[in-house]
């Protein structure tokens, strides 16, 4: 569904740490997502929604959210007429595209397509 938040991303200086503090506060389980460039560490909270701990400055730019979009390219230009800036959409392969762009005001958040025919 469109608009619907899909996937939150947060960065940690020790992910290990930060699995073991989400981890305990929610219940969360993670499981390292081999083909990462980065340590990369994902949850799922619904069938359609999850998140991941991944390598970072632990919070200096802070949580990421993705939102779904039935087409990402669409949407970008969209960010970009309503004066944002959009980013590349990079295929996760077999999964979708995410492209990180920021609103008008600065803000950084994400766009994700499901396509399981995403390749590189």
């Known amino acids: 569904m469109p608009g619907q938040m899909v996937h939150v991303e947060i960065p940690a200086g020790d992910t290990a740490k ?26 799922r909270f619904s069938d359609t929604q999850g998140g991941a701990i991944m390598e970072g400055d632990g919070g200096a730019s802070g949580p990421r959210v993705y939102f779904d979009v039935d087409d990402i390219n669409a949407s970008s230009a969209k960010v970009k007429e309503l004066g944002g800036e959009a980013g590349e959409a990079m295929p996760v392969p077999g999964m979708g595209w995410f492209s990180v762009n920021k609103d008008n005001q600065g803000n950084e958040f994400g766009l994700w397509q499901n396509d399981p025919e995403a390749s590189m």
């Open 18 to 43: 930060a699995r073991e503090f989400w981890g305990g506060l929610f219940g969360w389980q993670f499981q390292a997502f081999e083909g990462s460039p980065t340590e990369y560490h994902m949850t």
